[in-house]
């Protein structure tokens, strides 16, 4: 029975999955080598050994003095071996020498020469501290007793036990004798003998040749010979060890068989290992025949089993203790392949046999090979798999058979393979390879490759054209024929590319083709305007990012081109990188395009994305690549705007999934050129050093590396040694030269004296680095980032010139100076990484850069790659290098982290879309090709190939962990996200999952600096970072010479070595341990994040005492400066020693402010410092504020905040574009902060002292606090804040206001009560609604004045219908005038009047607005007047010269509640004084006129109702909630500020909104520009392309609306209808808009999208209303301002139109920290204020020139006619108002008309009596009131208009 392929015994020890049952601690094949290697580390005499030996025989006294003698020897052995190479190996060197000393008391040259052979150069004085301390050590014992430690040690290293040795076979299951013979397959076969003696005396009696000796006669036999040769040189001492019978039948067995040369020599490889292999291959199996005899290939095949795998067993303990056992899984395809060649080898073979049964006895063969077309052409598929983990193959088969046209792989296409085994892993590499195992290394040479390019003459050079185009930018550009390969993809289409080349195959070329075709339009002769064409490039690194951004910029230059790189402290406004190229790092793109930055998304302005080493998706940095590109992908599909993709890697095995993940058409867009096509071969060594002894380890490299860099420079090249650390550089390179003296071949390494040498001598010797003066004249230097930049220049210069043979560096050369070498050396492979706080290995991108430093094709015909590093991590590099093991995906350790940052921008808001989202992840792509290791069983991938159901619990299980950490709401029920301000922080700021987990636990607001450190301490970010013992010593000098606050934890754990960590960066304290600098500046570089991230969570949360706390914590880490330092510190300029003198004296920035320079220099002791001081106070950023109040009801007060800058600008210091500041409104009692703001003082506000204004509301709460503060600090400097103190002592809130109207329960009246049916027919419905029947009396049957507040939707329109009816029935002579607010309101009114009142009842409707003005004649006979109020006022300014005004008896205000608007709303005043003139002229003639007043709820309706003269009866006051339809609204808070991405925020919630609330009804969407109605529509059409039926709001035939756009003529209007979305705005044509809103109104187009002008204008039917942000640019004040409350109002109430719905809804989009003001006043009415205060000296004009004021007592009695003399004494505070006694009230106002009339007289408007009471108008004040104009104006004109004024000058003063 054939065995099963996958068993569980071996799933279960195997990465793949485990067992449910299965517990690994017991049997984990990982764990017990683990502990193997560790029992191998601990032979011999360890310092473990040592420190125990000492405790167990010393008393306790002496131990204490020992215990410093042994630091000593620690410290000298860190001194000797080096800090960067880890405790373990300091260990190791610290036992040596002790036992170097132990039996000897004095340093000798034999000692000198022992540990110089070990360690290298050393310092000799660390040598004697170590050798005297150990003796001090020593003088406790006896020679004896220390002898016989020495010996103990030596002795259980030989006595130790060799795993498996004790081990014996047992019968006991087996009732069989050995002897007794069995059948085999049937009575007629042979039988076998269980005697194994037996069978070994006839095999090899009867195979025996004259050269081939018997069993027993063992010593003349060839194999028998070798293969005991093996056994002893090689499998001595290790476990399971075949015998030499054993090993030797297999061979024959193997030579025995129809296998061929080359498969038998790989069975051969894989059997015994290089060793024997390469002694049998001398034979080259000539004399197979001779040495074998047919029978033999029908031996036991238990027995081949057995041994096959005891020596392979044998050979991987022996070479290779710690790895895993290798187990081969097989994909159907794969078995199929393996099927189908075993069963033509079968009939092969069994043809053969027939033909000839028994070789020919000369050994040559007479048959033809036997290996068919067939079997050839299929056999690089087979191969082709085994480049890839064999489970790999589920979904990965689907592009395994295709051939592509740019896949140039060898072993595709030839199967130039070899299969062999390097320890335990099986790998392919070319056949030019070799093994030599020496005693201390294992050497594996891949010699370089031919040059395969030539292969490839016949393709043309399409360059050509191109270089033509763009000569200026291939200036430099070496022309690769790989690139010429490329170019007709990357130049001359758009498809996507997936590039995996080898180093040096140009893909700076291929990115440089790539962004020239942004450039020049693919017709190549009309650029494309670059402005829409932004391209960005991500390098991995900050090296890689300079070096591309260097050459991108002289390549890009010429076209004027700006390329920027931006790494990540980094910050770039969205202006800039409009006018870039960028090039930065993943992360920092992915944060930027986690949040918006424009009115679109960042991702949207791109056009080609270039990622360079792509294979990093292996890596930790992967799931940032496979965020950036799902979420790009998505962008193109929704978008449907083109976004390049362009993959760059030069290793990449499974570049077939990659180009999946990346979505590149592997048939046009997939190139993969292997190590053939580099330009200048590479060959590439690895050397394996076998020692386990970690300083002995360290010896062993040296002296591989010596070897190396000695055989290189023997043969006149240039070698570059890479080590890890900056130390290691002198260290190496002295221990390189110590070597080469010692040998006498330190001639080869000594420059040439050449001319030009004595020049390079003498700039050496000006260097200031010693160690660069000291080697050079041995021909070495040494090159790292500690270094000077001059001196590195210097070495590279003198390296390139050939003046130095040997250079060691540390990998910074390799990727940021490209630096020619012949041979490059990489000399250990453990790199300290802080970000995992541990030794870990150095990484294959590092490798491969380091590796593309050899042989570079302008300075190399061929090069060479050495990497030297442990056995155990040899076949890791090799695998690696050769491209064997897929790269797989890190995704989903970080999942629930990149899901909450795409809930948090908003592209994913329910399951659905997460699992969608996954799917374009590399993720996705690797769970279908290796379910197994996504811990995916084979039954589920079969049951659920699309992995569906696996990423939706995916999915649901991480937003409930989400959920539960409050960084999302996840309604799992509807299975909707929902983000929070917690989640939107964490991903703006890049903060873990874990560690907000870590905040909502330990973070409050009443926590300390101290606490504060100590929570960030603990920070996931932080996690990796551990304490080692070396470090105790100086964290804890660290923590009391640098730690300003206390650190929880102490030295001891890891959040303690944190905080200390990062209070020493902050005071600026010097480290030395190599590890404690890379941990420091890793902190460091995320505690600033982190603590913003704080910092924001505080803002969110309102604590005002620890978001002070946070902001300075903030900026503490950014300037590493204490907030109790001067802020002066912050300043280079100034010398530390004045700095300090200023903190002695106690000189604060205010004091220094106030003193002269002269005064300053004095104290200072420093004459000509005091002006740079003074400069400096000066420049520090500060403000002045100044705050009035204004209660608008007893809960909610107006607060206007001016804020001046009060500092100079110097753009070296500041910038050049502002200073960002916080401001925040603070209650201290309450400890709460009601209102914050981020705002930015721009430049030339600084320069010109220009105030900025602030308007907000804030709530009051009774009993009125003593006060608030109004608190600004600097987001970026220290000391830089203000305090501005809002005192409620004088505060004078308004009155309580009365109740509302109730709605009584009325039975609703009929039409028929009208009692005319011309009237009754004009109406569509038989009764009133309640509202119109509780006034109807009122309105329709008395003459009273009327006040209607009543919702939008109320029927207000019909209510003053009925006032004009009253008016034709009772006044036929009379006019009725309607006043509405805006001039498209009138034209609504005068559509519809026009018929109904006009043609239907004969009277004349007259429009006088500013656009229509009808002659006297056509208005004296008008019935009804519509106007506005700014025409309304203009007309009767001269009431007294105009009979129709005064022939008014009914004026009609709709809106009323306007007159209330803000004070730069011209509306308000104009209204109030229109009534105010109404009811004066009423007065005067003696002819009263009804005022009729509409509005929506009021809250002082009363007061208005007073000052109309409306009585009790006319007072109709309801609640907002009385509607004929039920109005359901819904408020959304949007963070961000900044105006234009909040917008942008808003689009996916608004296309939710509809699908949810009104997926087929008709839908109104407010926006405040007619910009955003373009760019609303548009991103609404992206995200129908996503849907199923993207046209599902357009409701008509698409051939119908065709010929419909065809009429149109806005370009962005054809294109919206056409998806069923219109777009309404003043900017349309007349026709367009009368067609939108034709086609809305019939239901054809179910969206559209509007300013807010049409909330007033038109009356659309729509079920759902969506306000799309409550702010507009005023172009006045030039800032975005809020919509008055009302506009809201008027907006909302077009849902659910009586008519038209019987329900409605609202949803409002608003800037978070405004959406408590719009939840109180959407749902309570709106209290009426005043706003003609700032403009009555303009109305007061008007009345001066009309007559009506003719003195300042007449002035003062016109203002108490206005509404604003009834709310001043209602509502004293709102118009700074401090007491309401007839004193202070008449002072008040005499003060304001003082004011008003100087303004006026200043502006040559009027002029005051000699009395200085009477008034008489100017001829400038009549033009003035005549015009319209203000005051300012015409002051202005007067002043600059001049007789000979020109045109230009004319211009110059209007505008």
Known sequence: ???????????????????????????????????????????????????????????????????????????????????????????????????????????????????????????????????????????????????????????????????????????????????????????????????????????????????????????????????????????????????????????????????????????????????????????????????????????????????????????????????????????????????????????????????????????????????????????????????????????????????????????????????????????????????????????????????????????????????????????????????????????????????????????????????????????????????????????????????????????????????????????????????????????????????????????????????????????????????????????????????????????????????????????????????????????QTFLGVKSANKAQQLNNMDEACYESVLKQVKAGHQVMVFVHARNATVRTAMSLIERAKNNGQIPFFLPTQGPEYGHAERQVQRSRNKQVRELFADGFSIHHAGMLRQDRNLVENLFSNGHIKVLVCTATLAWGVNLPAHAVVIKGTQVYAAKRGSYVDLGILDVMQIFGRAGRPQFDKFGEGIIITTHDKLSHYLTLLTQQNPIESQFLESLADNLNAEIALGTVTNVEEAVKWISYTYLYVRMRANPLLYGISYKGYQMDPTLEKHREQLVIEVGRKLDEARMIRFEERTGYFFSTDLGRTASHYYIKYNTIETFNELFDAHKTEGDIFAIVSKAEEFDQIKVRDEEIEELDALLNNFCVLSAPGGVENSYGKINILLQTYISRGELDSFSLISDSAYVAQNAGRIFRALFEIALRKRWPAMTYRLLNLSKVIDKRLWCWASPLRQFSVLPPHILTRLEEKNLSVDKLKDMRKDEIGHILHHVNIGLKVKQCVHQIPSVTMEASIQPITRTVLRVTLSICPDFMWNDQVHGTVGEPWWIWVEDPTNDHIYHSEYFLILKKQVIRKEAQILVFTIPIFEPLPSQYYIRALSDRWLGAEAVCIINFQHLILPERHPPHTELLDLQPLPVTALGCGEYEALYNFTHFNPVQTQIFHTLYHTDCNVLLGAPTGSGKTVAAELAIFRVFNKYPNSKAVYIAPLKALVRERMDDWKVRIEEKLGKKVVELTGDVTPDMKSIAKADLIVTTPEKWDGVSRSWQNRNYVQQVTILIIDEIHLLGGYHWDERGPVLEVIVSRTNFISSHTEKPVRIVGLSTALANARDLADWLNIKEMGLFNFRPSVRPVPLEVHIQGFPGQHYCPRMASMNKPTFQAIRSHSPAKPVLIFVSSRRQTRLTALELIAFLATEEDPKQWLNMDEREMESIIGTLRDSNLKLTLAFGIGMHHAGLHERDRKTVEELFVNCKVQVLIATSTLAWGVNFPAHLVIIKGTEYYDGKTRRYVDFPITDVLQMMGRAGRPQFDDQGKAVILVHDIKKDFYKKFLYEPFPVESSLLEVLSDHLNAEIAGGTITSKQDAMDYITWTYFFRRLIMNPSYYSLGDVSHDSVNKFLSNLVEKSLVELEHSYCIKIGEDNRSIETRTYGRIASYYYLKHQTVKMFKEHLKPECSVEELLSILS
Not at 205 to 231: A, I, N, R
Request: one cysteine or more; aromatic letters at 8%.
């Open 1 to 683: 029975m054939a065995l099963p392929r996958l068993t569980g015994a071996l799933r279960s020890f195997s990465n793949v999955t485990k067992q449910d049952n299965y517990r690994g601690e017991v049997a984990d094949i990982k764990m017990k080598r683990s502990k193997l290697h560790e029992k191998n580390l601990d032979l011999g005499l360890t310092w473990t050994k040592i420190v125990k030996f000492l405790n167990e025989n010393l008393d306790k006294n002496e131990v204490q003095s020992v215990n410093e003698d042994l630091k000593d020897i620690l410290q000298a052995a860190k001194q000797i071996v080096g800090m960067d190479n880890g405790q373990e190996a300091i260990e190791s060197g610290a036992a040596f020498l002790f036992k170097t000393f132990c039996l000897k008391n004095f340093l000798g040259d034999n000692e000198i020469k022992e540990i110089k052979l070990m360690f290298g150069p050393f310092p000799l004085s660390s040598a004697t501290a170590a050798c005297k301390a150990t003796g001090r050590i020593t003088a406790h014992f006896s020679e004896d007793r220390l002898t016989a430690l020495v010996q103990k040690t030596e002795k259980e290293n030989e006595e130790r036990v060799i795993f498996g040795k004790n081990i014996a076979f047992s019968f006991d299951m087996h009732d069989l004798d050995h002897l007794d013979e069995l059948p085999v397959n049937g009575d007629d076969q042979k039988t076998i003998s269980l005697d194994y003696q037996k069978f070994l005396n006839e095999r090899f009696q009867e195979t025996c040749t004259p050269k081939v000796k018997s069993v027993e006669k063992t010593d003349g036999s060839f194999l028998w010979c070798e293969v005991e040769k093996y056994l002893n040189a090689t499998l001595r001492g290790t476990t399971e060890t075949p015998r030499i019978e054993d090993l030797c039948c297999t061979l024959y067995h193997m030579l025995a068989s129809v296998k061929s040369s080359d498969e038998l020599q790989n069975e051969l490889f894989q059997l015994t290992g290089p060793a024997l292999s390469q002694h049998l291959s001398q034979l080259q199996f000539q004399g197979r025949v001779s040495l074998t005899r047919p029978e033999l290939s029908q031996s036991c095949e238990m027995s081949f089993n057995s041994v096959y795998a005891s020596c392979k067993v044998a050979m991987s303990r022996n070479q290779l203790n710690d790895n895993a056992c290798q187990h081969t899984l097989n994909s159907q395809q794969q078995q199929q392949n393996k099927d189908t060649k075993r069963k033509l080898q079968d009939s092969i073979s069994y043809k053969k046999k027939k033909k000839n049964p028994l070789p020919d006895p000369t050994g040559q063969s007479r048959t033809v090979p036997w290996v068919p077309r067939k079997l050839k052409m299929e056999l690089p598929y087979p191969l082709l798999h085994c480049v890839n983990p064999p489970c790999s193959g589920l979904q990965g088969d689907i592009f395994a058979l295709q051939h592509f046209e740019e896949v140039h792989c060898s072993r595709f296409a030839q199967c130039n393979v070899s299969f062999d085994f390097l320890t335990t892993a099986s790998m392919a590499v070319d056949c030019g390879f070799k093994i030599t195992n020496c005693s201390y290394f294992t050497v594996l040479i891949i010699r370089h490759g031919f040059h395969f390019l030539q292969s490839f003459d016949h393709i043309p050079l399409y360059t050509s054209i191109i270089f033509d185009i763009a000569e200026k930018n291939f200036r430099g550009v070496k022309r690769d024929r790989v690139g010429h390969i490329l170019l007709m993809v990357s130049f001359f289409s758009f498809v996507f590319i997936n590039l995996r080349g080898p180093g040096g195959t140009a893909p700076f070329s291929v990115s440089l083709n790539e962004q020239l075709q942004r450039l020049y339009y693919p017709s190549l002769h009309l650029p494309i305007k670059k402005k829409k064409r932004r391209i960005i490039t991500q390098a991995p690194t900050r090296t890689t990012i300079k070096d591309r951004t260097h050459f991108f910029y002289v390549c890009l230059l010429p076209d004027g081109t700006v390329v920027k790189r931006l790494a990540v402290n980094q910050k770039i406004s969205f202006q800039n990188i409009l006018k870039c190229m960028l090039v930065t790092t993943p992360e920092k793109w992915d944060v930027m395009t986690r949040k918006s930055v424009g009115d679109v998304a960042l991702s949207q302005i791109v056009r080609l994305l270039i990622l360079d080493e792509v294979h990093l998706l292996h890596e930790d940095r992967g799931p940032v690549l496979e965020s950036i590109v799902a979420r790009t992908l998505r962008q193109v599909e929704s978008t449907q705007s083109m976004i390049r993709i362009l993959g760059l890697s030069a290793t990449l095995p499974n570049y077939l999934d990659v180009a999946m993940f990346l979505h590149v058409n592997p048939h046009i867009g997939l190139f993969y050129f292997d190590g053939r096509f580099r330009p200048v071969p590479l060959g």
